[in-house]
C-alpha cells in the first residue's frame, strides 16, 4: 500500500477537529497529512508575528490570511535543507455528487527531501463556517506553509512565490452552480489521492505540449507525420493563386489546431464530470 493511501486510511479514523484546539488536533495527525486555515499572522500589539487559529467565521480581519499547514515527521521540520525546493500545483476537480456537480480546487505541494505530496481540498461553495480564502490568495505575493511536527505550534515557515493562477481556477469553479457543504463532505469521502491528482495535471500539460509540436512539424513540411494531396483545381491555378490558397490553408490549419486543444480540453472536464 503506498504512503497515501495508507495517510486517507489514517485520516478516516481520525475524530473531527473542534475549532479550538485546531492545532493541538492537527499536531496529533499522521505525517503527511495537510490542511489550510484562517491564521492570525501578527499580534494586536504588532510586536510580534505569531499564529493563531481562526475559531469563528466572523470578524476577519487584514490580520488573518489562509496559510497551509504541512504535518512532517518529528525533527523533520530542521532536517529539510535550508532553502526547501518547493513545487506547487493547482486545478479544479469537476465531478458529480448524485444530481449535483461541485467544483471543489486542490492545491499539491511537493517538498524536497520529502516523501509525500501535501495536497488540500478547498471548498469555495460549501463554506458556511469560514469564508473562501480564494480571492485573498489570489491577491498575496507569496505563500506561506507551516511545518507541523507533534507540538501545537508550527516549528517552520516557508515562504514561496505565489505563481498559481488563481482568477483562472476561479472562474472555473463559478461556472458551476453552488452547492453546500454536505455535498462537499460526500465528494471528500470520493476524490482522488494526490499523487493521482499530480499526474492527471502532469498528464494533461504534456498532451497539449506534444499535439502542438506534432501540429507544428507537420506544417514545417515533415511528412512523416501524414501527407496533404492537392486537387486538380487547386494544382491548375496560378503560382500566386496558388501561393495565396497555400497561405491561407495553414492558417485554417492553425485555427483547427486550437480548435482540436479545445475540444481535448472540454473532453477532459466532461470526463471528470461523469
Do not use: C
Amino acid at each position: 500500500m503506498s504512503k497515501n493511501k495508507q495517510l486517507l486510511n489514517q485520516r478516516k479514523q481520525l475524530p473531527e477537529p473542534q475549532l479550538d484546539d485546531f492545532f493541538k488536533v492537527f499536531s496529533q495527525s499522521p505525517v503527511g497529512t495537510s490542511t489550510w486555515n484562517w491564521i492570525l499572522t501578527h499580534s494586536r500589539s504588532g510586536k510580534d508575528r505569531i499564529f493563531l487559529p481562526l475559531s469563528t467565521g466572523t470578524g476577519l480581519t487584514t490580520d488573518y490570511e489562509p496559510l497551509f499547514l504541512l504535518k512532517v515527521s518529528s525533527g523533520k521540520s530542521w532536517n529539510l535543507e535550508s532553502s526547501v525546493k518547493v513545487t506547487a500545483k493547482a486545478g479544479v476537480f469537476i465531478t458529480k455528487v448524485g444530481s449535483i456537480f461541485v467544483a471543489p480546487l486542490y492545491v499539491l505541494f511537493k517538498l524536497s527531501g520529502n516523501d509525500y505530496i501535501y495536497h488540500i481540498w478547498i471548498n469555495h461553495y460549501g463554506g458556511d463556517i469560514l469564508p473562501s480564502p480564494l480571492y485573498k490568495l489570489q491577491k498575496m505575493p507569496y505563500l506561506t506553509l507551516l511545518l507541523i511536527e507533534d507540538k501545537t505550534q508550527p516549528e517552520r515557515a516557508i515562504k514561496i512565490e505565489n505563481q498559481i493562477n488563481w482568477s483562472s481556477l476561479i472562474t472555473k469553479i463559478e461556472s458551476v452552480s453552488s452547492w453546500d457543504r454536505g455535498v462537499f463532505e460526500k465528494f471528500n469521502s470520493l476524490a482522488y489521492s494526490a499523487q493521482e491528482l499530480w499526474n492527471r495535471t502532469t498528464e494533461e500539460q504534456v498532451k497539449k505540449t506534444t499535439i502542438a509540436k506534432l501540429n507544428d512539424r507537420f506544417r514545417n513540411g515533415d511528412k512523416s507525420l501524414g501527407e496533404y494531396k492537392m486537387s486538380r483545381q487547386v494544382l491548375a491555378l496560378p503560382r500566386k493563386s496558388k501561393n495565396n490558397f497555400l497561405k491561407k490553408f495553414k492558417i485554417f490549419l492553425i485555427l483547427l489546431q486550437k480548435m482540436i486543444l479545445e475540444v481535448n480540453i472540454m473532453w477532459v472536464k466532461l470526463s471528470w464530470m461523469v
